[in-house]
């Protein structure tokens, strides 16, 4: 039966030849909130979100206790010894100096967590902000910045209230590279009023400015979400798995092999979900990508020099 890494750069196989052994994420709340929340740049948050939907309840507990009983979750499913700290809820780089700072450290100074990764939006990253972060990468951890994106397109943007646009994200890159921080930037492939043709282009746009991880999300819908009163009205229709499934295909093979892809699908539990149904699990949609990949008899990277430009 074939495997997803026989087709796809996966960062695990990455982390793998970086440290010669197994490393995952654990993912860490540390309380920060939103500029789209807050009032800063907008209220109500992203159409789509409803943090619920991807992190634990675990934000009451503090960031090493986390750190730690994530490590034992990983030890018990895949015996990996080293993790990541992963800041993944809400934007994890507005906060105080001082306050980023100090919860960084306390996830770091955990034994075993050989890296950060911080989740935020192009447009709270300061220069102070990230030569703290760099300066992690100087202690000799594994350090990645995951911007948040979604899509290249500024009406789709505003479509569903991002709070930024594809320019933020462009000088957010920019400033990032002169640091020498990889980014993984985050795509949502079905948003309202885009099909294959935005993804596509989106992915293009991305890579001429040069990334070094991606990671692709269907659009689900969930509870307590704006895009929720869509869906119920009938003004939304999510993708079927098919069509994901071919898109997310001809991504792959669209992308480079030197860049890593930190994930392929995302799920939400059963409880928030909404639609579509197919987004409870991860393993069916990774399976079916698998074999859409080995029916084509294709792989990442086939495709690679085609339609690169920043259009």
């Known amino acids: 039966m074939a495997v997803l890494s026989e087709f796809v750069e996966t960062f695990g196989q990455q982390l793998l030849r970086e440290f010669g052994e197994r490393v995952h994420k654990v993912t860490v709340d540390a309380g920060f909130t939103c500029p789209n929340r807050d009032g800063s740049r907008g209220r109500g948050g992203c159409t789509f979100c409803n943090n619920k939907s991807f992190h634990p309840a675990i ?14 979750c990983v030890r018990r ?9 992963y800041f993944q809820t809400y934007t994890n780089t507005y906060a105080p100096l001082s306050r980023l700072s100090a919860a960084y450290e306390q996830a770091l100074a955990v034994p075993g967590v050989v890296g950060l990764s911080v989740g935020t939006r192009p447009d709270c990253l300061s220069e102070a902000v990230v030569a703290l972060i760099a300066s992690y990468r100087d202690r ?13 397109f500024d009406e789709t943007l505003a479509r569903v209230n991002r709070g930024h646009g594809y320019g933020e994200y462009r000088e957010a890159i920019a400033l990032l590279q002169r640091y020498r ?7 949502i492939v ?3 009023q885009e ?14 400015l040069g990334v070094a991880g991606l990671k692709i999300h269907p659009l689900h819908v969930v ?3 704006r895009l929720a009163h869509d869906f119920r009205a009938g003004r939304l229709v999510p993708l079927d798995l098919p069509t994901y499934v071919g898109i997310v295909a001809d991504l792959v093979e669209r992308t480079p092999r030197h860049v890593a892809f930190h994930r392929l699908t ?8 909404l639609a579509p149904d197919w987004c409870i699990g991860k393993w069916r949609v990774l399976n079916a990508i698998t074999a859409e990949l080995a029916r084509r008899g294709t792989r990442q990277g086939v495709f690679a020099c085609e339609g690169v430009s920043s259009w």
């Open 266 to 273: 995302g799920t939400a539990k059963a409880a928030l979900l």
């Open 59 to 72: 934000a009451a507990r503090g960031i090493a206790d986390q750190v730690r009983e994530g490590m034992r």
């Open 77 to 85: 499913r895949t015996r990996a010894r080293k993790v990541i700290a």
């Open 190 to 192: 079905g948003l309202p």
């Open 181 to 187: 921080i990889p980014v993984c930037t985050h795509l």
């Open 223 to 225: 509870r307590g979400s």
């Open 140 to 152: 000799g951890l594994s350090v990645w910045v995951e911007l948040g994106l979604q899509s290249s």
């Open 195 to 208: 099909g294959r043709d935005h993804a596509l282009r989106t992915l293009a746009r991305v890579l001429s």
